[in-house]
């Protein structure tokens, strides 16, 4: 491929470079991740009173989980590769039968925002 002259190249390169780089802001920053949900999303279970995953890339601080829209209360536990060990226990047991959605959002340390949904069907 060529570029022309000698003196076009540097102008092409930059241009490129320029419109490389300009893709939104989301180069380098990492956003938290949810992983290995226990009971797995999709599963089916006869009652629903605790439900744990892993965070990755996530401020503690900024983690909200919500139960069927409703905000409940985690414990985190931070694991030595950086990681949370988040548990989440209802209330009270979910025993009704149905789809129960939880839902966890937060940020990672450099701001970038995270979601997830998973879904576990409760039969009792």
Do not use: H, W
């Not at 076009?8 to 990492?30: F, N």
């Not at 965070?55 to 409940?72: F, K, P």
Request: with cysteine; charged share 15%.
């Amino acid at each position: 491929v060529s570029f022309g002259s000698t003196s076009a190249q540097p102008s092409v390169v930059s241009y490129l470079v320029v419109a490389g780089g300009g893709g939104g802001g989301s180069s380098g920053c990492e956003d938290p991740k949810f992983l290995k949900p226990v009971p797995v999303d999709g599963s089916t279970v006869p009652s629903l009173s605790e439900f744990a995953f892993l965070a990755s890339d996530t401020d503690r601080d900024t983690l909200v989980v919500e139960i069927n829209g409703a905000a409940v209360p985690t414990q985190i536990t931070p694991l030595r590769n950086g990681d949370l060990q988040v548990n989440v226990v209802p209330p009270a047991p979910i025993t009704q039968a149905g789809k129960v959605r939880i839902t966890a959002k937060a940020q990672s340390s450099e701001g970038c925002a995270g979601f997830a949904a998973f879904y576990i069907n409760v039969q009792p």
